[in-house]
């Protein structure tokens, strides 16, 4: 009797989309950061292990996160947000 061949098991792999975020600190300033779970990031500055930044500064909260394609377009994105004026973040946070 000839043997079966056994068909590999393909394991779906969740990937987790990156997001740029931005957060209203307790005293009004914003923080934008990169994530691939965002639920946990905010988890993580409200309890103060997250940035430094935040740490004497929450609790936190969000105020609008966009999904990246990948890490590195977040880390540019991320980039590009801090460098826009507080007026500019302001607008952007609208549009």
């Known amino acids: 009797m000839p043997k079966k061949k056994k068909q590999p098991t393909k394991k779906a792999k969740r990937v987790k989309k990156w997001h740029l975020y931005v957060l209203l600190c307790k005293d009004g300033t914003l923080y934008c950061g990169i994530?691939?779970?965002?639920?946990?990031?905010?988890s993580q500055h409200n309890a103060g292990k997250g940035a430094r930044y935040t740490r004497g500064r929450g609790p936190v909260s969000l105020l609008r996160s966009w999904p990246q394609k990948s890490k590195s377009a977040a880390l540019r994105a991320e980039f590009s947000f801090k460098k826009l004026?507080?007026?500019?973040?302001?607008?952007y946070l609208i549009a």
């Not at 994530?35 to 905010?42: G, K």
């Not at 004026?85 to 607008?91: I, P, Q, T, V």
């Open 35 to 42: 994530t691939n779970d965002l639920e946990r990031r905010i």
């Open 85 to 91: 004026s507080r007026s500019d973040k302001e607008a």
